[in-house]
């Protein structure tokens, strides 16, 4: 994954030129301001191979511009860790919490999401302004907070550090979108290339029995993570390996997607209104399949783990070979367990469990308890990570969510199976 290599992460940190304002106090501070400086440099590297057209551009609802992304993760510093805790903070720009709120009612009316498309002023340079601003702002606040609003201050930044990860994989996800809309095919990145999956073979035995899931650890985990529950899981056994495009192939030429039976009823609609007949971005030329990547338009590799299919897609896989998709409590426990291969890195994989709270879920009080609570309906759980995910953004525990018929993230398969 030539474009995610750690040595180029490293070397555009050191480009990103914020200089802090006070030099930060203690090794705390100093990792914090490390972390902040490397995680919006990784915005802005990943947004650095688009022009200003390219990041204006929406290509659907779903799907958000990459400047809007830059200045949305900068938005969400200012109005959650500088406003409140920032004495004398000067806001950039009154209007930009109405156009750079995503979806927090809780922090005031906001632009309309299918419409962030239309948003050519603030220009680039104005958001790239925003940033400057807002970063130098919050190396100020670490270097200036006292030790008694410092826990505070460092819970907040830290869900902004993460926060920001999610719209950094977005940012690649929502461009691949934009690209693959056009006819040239654009490249983003000519060195991106699918992670090659082991090639495992078979079916690890999961033991029944009551395990545990949920964030059980130190660090920092989302909301959604928690608490910590035992679950009883049935005797069952989860693929080693992803699902290759090869096996989609064969799904594919065994008349997949021309089989109703094979479908659940909302997919089966999903199918006939859309016209699927292959896996998102898949495209037929001269009797062979390709796919656009953010390498461009490259042909589909047999050995490649499948990706960018829905949940319907998925479902309908696995009820054509004969087997089902692992519940997210089977998934964490075999990975947990080290039963499986590639579980991080290459393909989000679907699960069967609707997105709902784990027993005893509460979400935090005010504005950042609408993270992801109020989500919790309509969508299912993905587990893992991407080829897209940034580093140090993936654990066992962590809890993706899509609706059933989204396919434009770093989508894929893993298998279950049952006795009979
Ligand atoms: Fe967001």
Known sequence: MPALSPSRRRSAATQLKIAPAVTPRDDTRLAWHDAYIAVRAETERRAGPLGPEDQVVQSMADASPTKWHRA?????????????????????????????????????????????GLLTRPDAAAVKAFRTHVDAAVVRLLASANEGQLAEVLRILEIGLHHEQQHQELILTDILHAFAQNPVAPVYDAAWQAPPPVAATGFAELPSG???????????????????????????????????????????????????????????TTVEAEAWRAPGYWHERDGAWFTMTLAGSVPVAPQTAVCHVSYYEADAFARWAGKDLPSEAQWEVAC??????????????????????????RAATGALGEYNGKFMINQMVLRGSSQATPAGHARESYRNFFPPSARWQFSGVRLADYPE
Not at 338 to 349: S, T, Y
Request: net charge negative; glycine share 10%; aromatic share 20%.
């Open 72 to 116: 949305h993760t900068t938005w969400f510093f200012e109005q959650f860790l500088l406003l409140p805790h920032l004495p004398g903070y000067q806001v950039f720009d009154q209007g930009f919490a109405y156009l750079f709120n995503s979806y927090y009612v809780a922090a005031g009316p906001r632009h309309a999401r299918p419409r962030r």
């Open 210 to 268: 009551v395990h545990r899931i949920g964030w059980r650890g130190e660090g920092f985990c989302f909301d959604n993570e928690c608490p910590a529950h035992e679950v009883l899981l049935p005797q069952a056994g989860i693929a080693r390996s992803l699902v290759t495009n090869a096996q989609w192939l064969e799904f594919m030429l065994d008349g997949g997607y021309a089989t109703p039976s094979l479908w659940l009823s909302d997919g089966w």
């Open 336 to 361: 947990g367990a080290g039963l499986i291969d590639d579980a991080f890195g290459n393909v989000w994989q679907w699960t069967r469990s609707a997105y709902l709270p784990y027993p005893g879920y």
